[in-house]
């Protein structure tokens, strides 16, 4: 059963500063990763989504890297607003049975 | 509307009421899901419906029954609930989802979840 865990699972950072969130996976059979933004009470949004073929997407401020083999894959946050105070969620694509597997999620508050 | 949407956003029951929870979809999907989020854990799979059929039921206890009248429509019936069945219950939609012979790996929309409170 596909595990995936998201470290830390709390983050606090002062404004401007780069965010560096991490998620790892147990099984490398998947199809693709993506990871989802979440505000307090709120559904999931898309923020980019790695195919298991690439290394890396690239939105805005945004830049996710993917190494299937190690399992990890890191979210880069260029620059952080208070606006991007939010969890993160991390979820994985099973390429066996196209199931998607979640995270916990990384809590991030960006102080002004 | 567009997207998808969930009503109530916030519901508080007694272990003994009955109560529904209700999503739609206006983006012409033909697959919606059920997930559990409790605190600090990972969102749980429910339930799946792929164009009206449920395709997966994840040991969901049969106190929470699913229903899927038309490809834009779910519901999550819920009876004799317990306190640690509160959670934020969220629904998504999909293109297509993943049955027997027929894998999809469409993107899923998610809706903005119902906060339940089992009292």
């Known amino acids: 059963k596909q595990e995936v865990t998201q470290i830390p699972a709390a983050l606090s950072v002062p404004e401007g500063e780069n965010l560096v969130l991490n998620c790892s996976f147990t099984d490398s059979a998947i199809y693709n990763l993506q990871w989802f933004r979440q505000d307090p009470g709120k559904g999931l949004t898309s923020l980019l989504l790695?195919?298991?073929?690439?290394r890396e997407q690239t939105s805005g401020r945004l830049n996710a890297s993917l190494d299937k083999s190690s399992g990890r894959s890191t979210l880069y946050i260029a620059a952080s607003q208070p606006g991007d105070s939010a969890t993160y969620l991390c979820?994985?694509?099973?390429?066996?049975?196209?199931?998607?597997?979640f995270g916990a999620g990384t809590t991030v508050t960006v102080r002004a | 509307e567009t997207g998808v949407t969930q009503t109530p956003r916030h519901l508080v029951m007694g272990m003994t009421n009955k109560k529904s929870l209700k999503c739609e979809q206006h983006l012409g999907h033909n697959a919606m899901y059920w997930y559990k989020q409790s605190a600090k854990k990972p969102l749980e799979l429910m339930f799946v419906y792929n164009f009206k059929e449920q395709t997966e039921n994840n040991s969901v206890p049969s106190r929470f029954s699913p229903e899927c009248p038309n490809s834009s429509h779910l519901f999550l019936h819920l009876h004799t609930l317990q306190p640690e069945d509160s959670a934020l219950y969220l629904c998504?939609?999909?293109?297509?989802?993943?049955?027997?012979?027929?894998?999809?790996?469409?993107?899923?929309?998610f809706g903005p979840g119902t906060r339940l409170t089992v009292l």
């Open positions: 790695i195919q298991s073929s690439q």
């Open positions: 998504a939609s999909s293109q297509e989802a993943p049955t027997a012979g027929a894998y999809s790996t469409d993107t899923q929309y």
């Open positions: 979820a994985v694509l099973g390429s066996n049975d196209y199931k998607l597997s």
